[in-house]
């Protein structure tokens, strides 16, 4: 079997958490990603733009009631990108066994 | 914590699994709709009884009318705060949202049906039949069986509000069914969302 090698954007502990919350999900607040993955706001934030850089995520701020508001949500490309990971992620354990 | 490093095959899959798994536990709900619109209706649906024996029955219809324009109004004001409030949205939410309003379209066709050719008792029995129906959608995506035990209590009222004459047992029905299927579930849903917040 054929092993591809996975997405370096995705394949590292903070970015696939995120990734993984937000393909159950319609759209998610910074603060709901932080408390699920258990990050500190410093470490999601840099991760999170890494994510937004690559297109997978997108992140709108706004503000609610007079409060800077962070909302993630994932993008087509991300869904393929995670889709594509998973599926790499298979073969590539199925050539660990 | 999670941290930034690199993952082996099995720890992918184990973050994988454990994220999806905390997404799926997060649509859950105090049950506050329901005993907002149960005591509503149960207190309507009682006051007609008392109001029909002791024959004010015009008074019934300015009961039920207030209550249908109140009632949805005062609702969709808390929803709305409510909504703002979240921190997530689920696709089960935003699916929920749709039907909710795809019910309240339906229920205010069958208001507006009552005032043309459907006798009240007829109007009764379709709200109920509706009623049923939204509940058995919401307590299977919320895999609540209550609220599905609820709804084929709504089901059965709407058969016998079809069924028995005159208006005032048709009331008796309508709040007995509401006890018993909006009141009691809705209870229920409460007690289990407050069990699982001391669990956190």
């Not at chain 2, 109140?70 to 696709?91: H, L, M, S």
């Not at chain 2, 909006?182 to 956190?200: I, Q, S, T």
């Amino acid at each position: 079997m054929d092993f591809k090698e996975l997405d370096p954007i995705l394949h590292s502990q903070l970015r696939l958490a995120v990734v993984s919350l937000l393909i159950s999900v319609k759209e998610a607040e910074f603060t709901f990603i932080k408390e699920k993955t258990n990050s500190t706001a410093g470490n999601l934030s840099v991760q999170v733009n890494k994510l937004k850089e690559a297109g997978y995520i997108e992140v709108i701020k706004q503000f609610k009631d007079n409060y800077p508001q962070t909302i993630c949500r994932i993008l087509p490309a991300g869904i393929a990108a995670f889709e594509q990971y998973v599926k790499n992620l298979q073969s590539y354990l199925s050539i660990e066994k | 914590m999670i941290e930034d490093k690199d993952l082996t095959g099995a720890e992918s899959l184990r973050i994988i699994q454990q994220m999806i798994g905390a997404a799926r536990d997060e649509h859950h709900e105090k049950g506050d709709g329901w005993l907002f619109w149960g005591w509503l209706l149960f207190i309507a649906s009682v006051s007609s009884v008392i109001f029909s024996y002791l024959s004010l029955n015009r008074y019934i219809g300015y009961v039920w009318t207030g209550i249908l324009v109140i009632g949805p109004a005062i609702y969709f004001i808390w929803n709305f705060r409510k909504q703002k409030d979240t921190e997530v949205k689920t696709y089960v939410q935003d699916l929920l949202h749709k039907i909710s309003v795809a019910f309240y379209i339906s229920l205010v066709v069958i208001i507006i049906s009552g005032y043309f050719k459907v006798s009240s008792s007829f109007a009764f029995g379709y709200y109920y039949m509706l009623y049923a129906f939204w509940m058995y959608i919401h307590g299977s995506a919320l895999r609540f069986k209550p609220l599905i035990a609820g709804a084929y209590i709504n089901w059965a009222a709407a058969i016998l509000i079809f069924a028995i004459e005159p208006f005032r047992y048709d009331m008796m029905v309508s709040s007995v069914a509401v006890l018993f299927g909006y009141l009691v579930p809705g209870y229920m849903l409460k007690a289990a969302y407050n069990k699982r917040l001391m669990v956190k």
